[in-house]
C-alpha cells in the first residue's frame, strides 16, 4: 500500500512562490509517473503537472512556464515549485500516481494566494 504526504502549502500573496514535496512510501516510486493535482471550490480535480522518471515534465497550459515539478527518487519525493503564483491557483493540492490511484489522494495541502 502506497501512502502519498504531501506538505508546503500556505498563504501567499500574488506573485510569490511556493514549493510544495510529496512523500511516498513504497520501494517502486521511481517506476510510476507521478503528478500534482489541485481542486479548486466548485470544480473538478486537474493534474497539473506530470513526470516520469527521467522524462520530460508535462504541464496544464494554466501552470505552464510558471511551475516545475521534479522529483528525488532516492528520497522517494517529487516536488512542485510554483513562482508568480495568482489567485487562480488557489486550491488543495494533491500528488498522486498518472493515472490516479484511487486510494492514494491522501489529505492534500491548501494553497491560497491572496493579498
Known amino acids: 500500500q502506497v501512502q502519498l504526504v504531501v506538505s508546503g502549502g500556505c498563504l501567499v500573496q500574488p506573485g510569490g512562490s511556493l514549493k510544495l514535496s510529496c512523500l511516498a512510501s513504497?520501494?517502486?516510486?521511481?517506476?510510476?509517473?507521478m503528478g500534482w493535482y489541485r481542486q479548486a471550490p466548485g470544480k473538478q480535480r486537474l493534474l497539473v503537472a506530470s513526470?516520469?522518471?527521467?522524462?520530460?515534465?508535462n504541464y496544464d497550459d494554466s501552470v505552464k512556464g510558471r511551475f516545475t515539478i521534479s522529483r528525488e527518487n532516492a528520497k522517494n519525493t517529487v516536488y512542485l515549485r510554483m513562482n508568480s503564483l495568482k489567485p487562480e491557483d488557489t486550491a488543495v493540492y494533491y500528488c498522486n500516481k498518472v493515472p490516479p490511484h484511487p486510494s492514494y489522494w491522501g489529505q492534500g495541502t491548501q494553497v491560497t494566494v491572496s493579498s
Open positions: 513526470m516520469y522518471t527521467g522524462g520530460n515534465p
Open positions: 513504497g520501494p517502486t516510486f521511481s517506476l510510476y509517473n
